[in-house]
């Protein structure tokens, strides 16, 4: 997969011309970091504000050295600076979360990866729909089953944005989640490759995590998962608010919404445990490291998570394991992880397979990118090639790796999103 492609995957926004705001950038560091270029880091990160974004956040580890980041705004009415460390929902990053502790339950006996879904939740999935769909399936989105994201927000279908402002502060059961899934036309059969990419699946996985472990899902995640790795700054949300230091999130929805919207107060549950968390940078750093180095999951599960098949995500193709998917880039090798996005914060995090190289990024205004006079397709954004040479200077060690990935980079346009909310490319086709 292309670098643009992912940041398309990952950012699918439009271009907003910010009002004049100097990039005030800062990071905090070891001492000496020979294999970090500090300089250019914060230069490529600061950029990304310069060509549009409101603020965003970055953490870069190499081996046993760290750099973070910040530059431009956290409240554009105010002037607020963003910072590193500042706490940020990062969408469908959760499903990795989620992963892990279904394949702890796995090693644990209690479930078994090729085994139906009914033979947990007998009563969720009706007709022979739940015998044909195992727990595989569900990870790694060749379950067939459709997304809900239209069904629980219908206004976006006609071209408005209402439904996002009137869902502020409901809550919804993941049941009905599963429901909305259900009824949304299917994307294929159970097993079918490419398989295609759902937040009803992880809905699904968090229902099933509750029933082997008779616990919240978000209450076994915080204690098995999250405290496991070590996150000081990672949970799953309780009321609509942020706690902690964070960033306003700000939404466009390809214009749709102009000027874009703060959305950083909002009832998660339409998420679940299909993207409701919420973290920090150099935590998801830390996560994925824990993970890849066998501190959450035993070698047998590790292999299974990381055993990938094609998944189609809006109009981009990944290769997605158990809640993780793999990017090569040309020259620079291979890098594990997810992204993220909810209304108004993008966020992606990736990670060599030794977890000796990381990278996690977190943005705070989305869907950026105007779509085209006849709404069909998104224009190029300088923001995405901005966010393309931030990612390549932080994963790729030499100049001559950076140099191969950037031109590889350009050849092909970024679109889609298969983070939490609804991909762009489908809204787009559907206005």
């Known amino acids: 997969m292309r670098i643009t492609r992912l940041v398309g995957i990952i950012l699918g926004a439009t ?5 004049a705001v100097p990039a005030a950038a800062a990071e905090t560091a070891s001492p000496t970091a020979e294999s970090l270029d500090r300089g250019a880091l914060r230069t490529t990160l600061a950029a990304v504000h310069e060509a549009g974004m409101y603020g965003s956040y970055s953490s870069v580890r190499e081996r046993a050295e760290r750099w973070t980041g910040a530059a431009g705004l956290a409240d554009v009415d105010t002037g607020r600076p963003v910072r590193p460390g500042m ?33 947990y939740l007998p009563d969720l999935i009706p007709g022979g729909r739940g015998r044909d769909v195992t727990v595989r399936m569900l990870l790694n989105h060749t379950s067939g089953i459709g997304d809900y994201v239209l069904g629980a ?19 919804i059961r993941p049941e009905e989640l599963v429901r909305l899934g259900l009824a949304a036309p299917a994307t294929g059969r159970p097993g079918e490759q490419p398989g295609s990419y759902s937040n009803t699946n992880y809905v699904i ?26 996150l000081r700054a990672t949970s799953y949300p309780r ?49 994925y490291r824990a993970l890849l180095t066998g501190r959450l999951i035993g070698p047998a ?6 055993r990938t098949v094609p998944v189609a995500a809006g109009p981009a ?45 977190g943005l705070n205004l989305m869907k950026y990118q105007r779509l085209n006079e006849d709404g069909t397709a998104l224009e190029p954004s300088p923001i995405d090639d901005a966010v393309n040479e931030h990612l390549v200077q932080a994963l790729c060690r030499t100049p001559e790796s950076r140099e191969a990935a950037t031109a590889d980079a350009r050849h092909l346009l970024p679109r889609g999103l298969p ?13």
């Open 153 to 171: 927000f219908p206004s976006l279908a006609e071209n408005s944005a209402a439904s996002l402002d009137e869902g502020r502060f409901r809550s």
């Open 419 to 431: 983070g939490t909310d609804l991909s762009s490319g489908e809204w787009a086709t559907r206005r």
């Open 239 to 287: 009321t609509p608010y942020i706690k902690g230091p964070h960033s306003r999130m700000y939404e466009s929805f390809h214009g749709l919404i102009d000027p874009p919207r703060d959305y950083s107060v909002y009832d998660m549950s339409w998420a679940s445990t299909a993207g409701s968390l919420i973290s920090t940078t150099d935590d998801l750093n830390r996560f």
């Open 87 to 119: 706490r940020h929902r990062v969408g469908s990053i959760t499903k990795t979360f989620t992963a892990v502790a279904v394949l702890q339950q796995v090693e644990r006996g209690r479930i078994r990866l090729d085994a139906p879904v009914a033979d």
């Open 317 to 361: 193709h990944i290769d997605y394991g158990l809640g993780i998917y793999v990017l090569d880039l040309p020259g620079c090798g291979r890098f594990w992880g997810h992204d993220g996005a909810v209304f108004g914060a993008g966020t992606i995090a990736l990670s060599s397979r030794d977890g000796k190289r990381q990278f996690a990024l």
């Open 301 to 306: 599960a590790l292999d299974e998570m990381l």
């Open 15 to 19: 271009l907003l011309t910010a009002t």
């Open 205 to 230: 996985a968090g229902l099933l995590l509750e029933k082997v472990t008779g616990r919240d899902a978000g209450t076994y995640i915080t204690r098995h998962v999250i405290d496991r790795a070590g």
